[in-house]
């Protein structure tokens, strides 16, 4: 007998291959769905006590009345964001929204800086050169790393193991963060500033900070006018930290010497989604997309075994919670 129902959302091969390896004798009735979730494709969960969402999925308020009508109890998010989720409308309808609190933060860190590394040694050029054979270096020449300085806004579990990465390179490495871990930046040799020195003294920036309220856009003009010139921006948290018109305006400008996203304010819908044989209808990511010195991989830095095995295990640990009316995952609680 299953002990629960859970409809997946947005389910994909190494979703459905990890929770089903998670959970394989707990007989957890898991009805995978490849479509998004929405107010619209809600009723899809009909029968299922328990839905498991991603970071595109739309749990608003219309979405979350659609799922308490079906019986569901619990939104359980397969991964740390929850931008995309009205908690207190959940709080309201009575269900439960947990997320996973921590997974492995080496899979987004290593991510972030083989981005930075790709970007700065024009891999991704050199990749589509040679085999065209044109064995040509013009146009490929990168810097050192060492002796460089990064800055890292965001000290949190990922922020922390990108600034670890990059003091092994030898950078300089300073940080910004409202919460200072001091012991550990003094052990790792990373100096906190605040916010404007940061960007000014920085050759790196990589951004590890949720996306709030008071975070979105923290990449606009204003601040891009503090950065220092020719500087690389890495984002692997979240697409609405940076205002996509400005970035547009600075790589222009060349106030900003490259830029390397594994997410973008407006990817929903379009990240995840095989789209090659259409017409791309979001101009700004047409234009971002022909700057040489621009990367972006489509919201991928969570992809690794490690992470989507702690991911599954934490998202089979609360739906057992929820058949069996034992406390939720420690820290995975939302509402
Ligand atoms: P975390 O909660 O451990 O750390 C976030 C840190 O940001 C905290 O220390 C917090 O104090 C700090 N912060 C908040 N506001 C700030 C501000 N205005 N300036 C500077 N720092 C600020 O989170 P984490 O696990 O390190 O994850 C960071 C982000 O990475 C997540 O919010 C998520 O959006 C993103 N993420 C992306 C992927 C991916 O696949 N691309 C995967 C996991 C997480």
Redesign the pocket.
Known sequence: MPVITCAVFDARPYDTDALRHASADLGIDWRFLEFRLTAHTAPAARGAQAVCAF?NDQVDRPCLEALAAEGVKLVALR???F?NVDVAAARELGISVTRVP??S?Y??AE?AVALLLTLNRRIHRAFNRVRELNFSLNGLVGFDLHGKTAGI????????VTAQILRGFGMTVLA????K?REWAAREGVDYVD?SSLLGLSDVLSL?????P??RH?IRAETLELVKAGAILIN???GALIDTTALIEALKTGRLGGVAL??YEEEEGVFFEDLSDQVLQDDELARLLTFPNVLITA?????TRE?LADIARATVANLEALADGHPFVEGSVLT
Not at 153 to 160: A, E, F, S, V, W
């Open positions: 970071v991964g740390t964001g931008n921590v997974y933060p899979a987004v991510h806004l965001g000290t949190g579990k990922i922020g922390r910004h963060d409202p919460f871990d916010a590890h900070l949720p996306l709030t008071e975070t923290l692997v948290s979240r594994d997410v919201h991928q830095a969570f992809l992470a």
